[in-house]
């Protein structure tokens, strides 16, 4: 999980710094700090979910800005999968609707 949660962050924060011929961002760049598999990895080993789930909120949040809001197509599917991703009640859960959050931040970015 700990992997998955660290390539949403990197999606959704490459949607927010990376553009047309910059170098793009990877996962050992300044903005990925706080999003790194290490921080992901503590809080699920502690089953920390509210701050899993916090960290999520704080990338897709980022990323909701850059794709132009709520307003906009790519933005409320965002929300929509985004949702998804904070109704989890449990870790277990989580795994399904941050698969498919990653995908879709993957496909847009």
């Known amino acids: 999980m700990e992997l998955t949660l660290e390539a949403v962050a990197l999606f959704a924060l490459k949607l927010v710094h990376e553009v047309d011929g910059g170098s793009p961002v990877l996962r050992d760049d300044l903005v990925m700090d706080g999003y790194d598999r290490e921080v992901f990895g503590l809080l699920v080993r502690q089953g920390d ?7 999520v909120d704080e990338c897709v949040g980022q990323a909701l800005e850059a794709v132009g809001g709520a307003d906009t197509v790519l933005g409320r599917e965002l929300q929509k999968l985004s949702a998804n991703v904070q109704q ?4 277990e859960e989580l795994q399904l609707p941050l698969d498919a959050l990653k995908a879709y931040l993957k496909a847009i970015q």
């Open 49 to 55: 979910l509210a701050g899993v789930l916090g960290k």
């Open 88 to 91: 989890a009640t449990t870790l």
